[in-house]
């Protein structure tokens, strides 16, 4: 162990001296920074509020519609094939998710408008989602919402790839931790809140609909005009020839052990946790026997108990992180704590089981989305690709919550929803692992 460590300082010791981008920091060594410390020595309020505000603009409104609206309108539409509804929604969307992903963050990478390179894909994604959100209120075939629903997922994960990779574009290395803590409190805003706000709407799904497609645009025009994107003419063009387009369209392969382990991690984590939030409604009235009414109550007492815990850990996690000078520990305790919290439901067919999950996996998913940030930045292989290895990285997040839809829906049908808490913990652990196994950074 001894050895490993030594070996592991010179290694440092050697990226410092050898990459003209790195920058040695208590956490570890990040080679991929574009802003060095001292070019910004103020903490950059605008870019951090602004980051607050990316995942509520996407992430909420389609996340929750997605999540809590769109089951029970196929509940309505056809209460025999829900289930299999959303596993087909979600299998069609992680396809066009997985591709869409991969090419909008390449292109962002080398996008060169007077916009901007990640501006372009954050208005034209939240007009298209918002566009789709309102089609599919007015529609009443499930087979015409799954096809609509392709614009939708296309959209959310060109606005995804290019929204995150801002955080290495503009904040430097020692600034990064607490930028991304403002992204993972709104991130844990964007996933429990709108959850919760979606819940209220459950008796009048189209109208719901309505208010995710408006709050989408009105909070994606707020975080583009606080991250205040400049035009980026004077960059140097890319050159579309045979190395660069391995370079922006390829999979990583020089130094991206560790971001693999991350990229890894994060995908089971996150299908670990969705295959349980994804059927929250059929849980409770399907697992545990409540009528919708009584369903859309607890979801409700779920919501907030997953928003305050998550947002209190949220805001700790990274402060926390920083004292221990630690990035990598808190994303495996987060990530073990999910594994626990599936226990609960597993063993007790109870509405406070599920309440328990709750307490358990907000504390977890706070924690999580505070570090976590960090942790991708400081692995990312190269800062010149960040649009295109961010988005592989969101991919894993997207694909996750996707896929999980898709693994819970027959899980779900051919062994039942107990089965679906097995599966879960199996995930989270595996997951944890995972991301223990990442050197760079402790």
């Not at 307490?359 to 977890?364: L, P, Q, R």
């Amino acid at each position: 162990m001894h050895l490993l460590n030594f070996m592991g300082v010179k290694k440092m010791a050697n990226d410092v001296k050898n990459d003209p981008k790195a920058v040695k920091t208590t956490v570890g060594v990040v080679t991929n920074a574009k802003i060095q410390d001292s070019q910004q020595p103020k903490m950059p309020l605008g870019v951090a509020t602004a980051m607050f505000l990316a995942p509520l603009c996407w992430y909420g409104p389609i996340g929750s519609t997605r999540s809590v609206l769109i089951p029970q309108l196929f509940s309505q539409i056809d209460s025999a094939h829900k289930v299999w509804a959303v596993g087909i929604l979600a299998t069609v969307a992680s396809i066009t998710g997985a591709i869409a992903n991969l090419l909008f963050g390449a292109f962002s990478d080398v996008t060169r408008t007077r916009f901007g390179k990640r501006k372009p894909y954050i208005v034209l994604g939240t007009i298209a989602i918002a566009l789709s959100l309102v089609a599919i209120a007015n529609t009443t075939s499930i087979t015409a919402i799954i096809f609509i629903w392709i614009i939708a997922a296309a959209a959310e994960n060109a606005i995804a790839a290019a929204i995150y990779p801002q955080i290495s574009d503009r904040v430097a290395p020692k600034w990064r931790g607490t930028v991304s803590t403002f992204y993972g409190v709104g991130f844990t805003i964007a996933q429990q809140g709108f959850a919760l706000l979606a819940a209220q709407f459950l008796g009048n799904v189209k109208f719901g609909i309505y208010v995710m497609a408006g709050m989408t645009v009105v909070l994606a025009i707020i975080h583009v005009l606080l991250i205040n994107e400049k035009s980026n003419l004077d960059e140097p063009k890319i050159k579309l020839d045979k190395e660069s387009l391995k370079k922006y369209f390829f999979f990583p392969t020089h130094d991206a052990r560790d971001f693999y382990l991350a990229l890894s991690g994060k995908f089971l984590m996150v299908v670990g946790s969705t295959i349980v939030t994804t059927f929250l409604l059929f849980i409770f009235t399907d697992y545990i026997g409540q009528s919708t009414k009584q369903a859309g109550g607890s979801i409700s007492v779920f919501s907030t108990i997953m928003l305050v815990i998550g947002v209190f850990f949220a805001l700790v996690g990274g402060p926390l992180a920083d004292k221990m000078k630690r990035v990598k520990g808190p994303v495996v305790i987060a990530t073990f704590a999910l594994a626990v919290a599936a226990l609960f439901p597993l063993f007790v067919k109870e509405a406070w089981a599920m309440f328990a999950y709750a307490v358990i996996a907000a504390f977890g998913n706070g924690l999580y989305n505070s570090v976590d940030g960090a942790l991708n930045m400081d692995v990312l292989p190269s800062s010149d690709t960040a649009g295109k290895d961010l988005g592989l990285i969101n991919l894993a997040n997207t694909l996750g919550q996707m896929l999980g839809a898709m693994v819970a829906s027959a899980i779900v049908e051919g062994f039942g929803y107990q089965a679906v808490f097995i599966f879960a913990v199996a995930m989270e652990i595996i997951g944890g692992f995972l991301i223990a196994a990442i050197k760079r950074v402790r």
